[in-house]
């Protein structure tokens, strides 16, 4: 079965940003992205949400969020829910970064509830996938990165065809270092696989990103791969001439 799927392109700000700064970021996407022919979407830091939702009000960028609480209310100081972001218009949200990972102790099955807190609020989950270049070495990227989708999978499977994969090779952020189109899309084809054991009807129309030093110079060979549905774009998408090649590539 061929499905036309849109690319999606996603944008993570990470901790950057100011009131000044964002607006003159999503001004400039907003001008030179006109109707782009993938789906848009800018990951803000919490503090910005209403700005950015005010600013791409009416557009064809979408807002998204970073990170997400997997309660749904409560005495959880710092956190957001996921009826909260929905409250702001937020129609993606990040679950499971890598950073997540590593600096704040997130684990596989935390990672999975903070999926199904969004997916229960007709949000999409971005869910990060990936490996450390230690464990690349030693051989064991497709243990690490289908142990991580399949608790995924575990608790959401029921509505499997509603979440994005990311796959971000930890080795390869912020690195200047990107696996090579070939690598990327040995991974993608297999958490392809394993979606499609999950739920053959739908893995072919689940759209797994890249998020490893994404580019405007390599993202077109990257989004070529078979397996590579769009971006998940870091460093590349605080700069609008940078981030609106890489949306024009992916069409």
């Known amino acids: 079965m061929t499905m036309t799927k849109k690319k999606l392109i996603a944008g993570n700000w990470k901790m950057n940003g100011s009131l000044a700064a964002n607006e003159a970021l999503v001004k400039a996407l907003l001008q030179g992205a006109g109707a782009p022919a993938c789906d848009v979407a ?7 949400l209403a700005q950015v939702q005010s600013l791409v009000a009416s557009s064809s960028l979408a ?11 409560g005495a ?8 909260m972001l929905k409250d702001f218009g937020v129609r993606y949200a ?4 890598s950073e997540r990972r590593q600096y704040h102790g997130e684990t596989d099955e935390g990672v999975a509830a903070k999926a199904a807190a969004v997916l229960a609020n007709g949000i999409m989950p971005i869910v990060c996938v990936g490996e450390t270049l230690a464990q690349r070495d030693a051989g064991q990227t497709e243990e690490v990165v289908k142990r991580q989708l399949a608790a995924i999978i575990h608790v959401n499977g ?8 990311a796959y971000e090779p930890i080795w390869a952020i912020g690195t200047g270092k990107t696996a090579t189109p070939a690598q990327a899309q040995a991974v993608h084809a297999l958490l392809r696989a394993q979606l499609h054991h999950a739920a ?25 791969q078979p397996d ?5 774009i870091g460093g590349a998408s605080l700069k609008a001439a940078d981030f609106l090649q890489i949306i024009a590539a992916a069409a």
């Open 63 to 73: 807002l998204g969020a970073q990170d997400v609480s997997a309660h749904p209310q």
């Open 200 to 224: 053959s009807e739908h893995a072919a129309g689940i759209r797994i990103l890249y998020g490893g030093s994404m580019n405007a110079a390599n993202a077109a060979e990257l989004l070529g």
């Open 158 to 165: 029921h509505c499997i065809s509603e979440i994005v994969v």
């Open 94 to 97: 990040i679950v499971g970064h």
């Open 42 to 48: 800018l990951c803000v830091p919490a503090p910005y």
């Open 228 to 232: 590579i549905d769009g971006g998940l």
């Open 76 to 83: 959880f100081t710092g956190e957001q829910s996921a009826v």
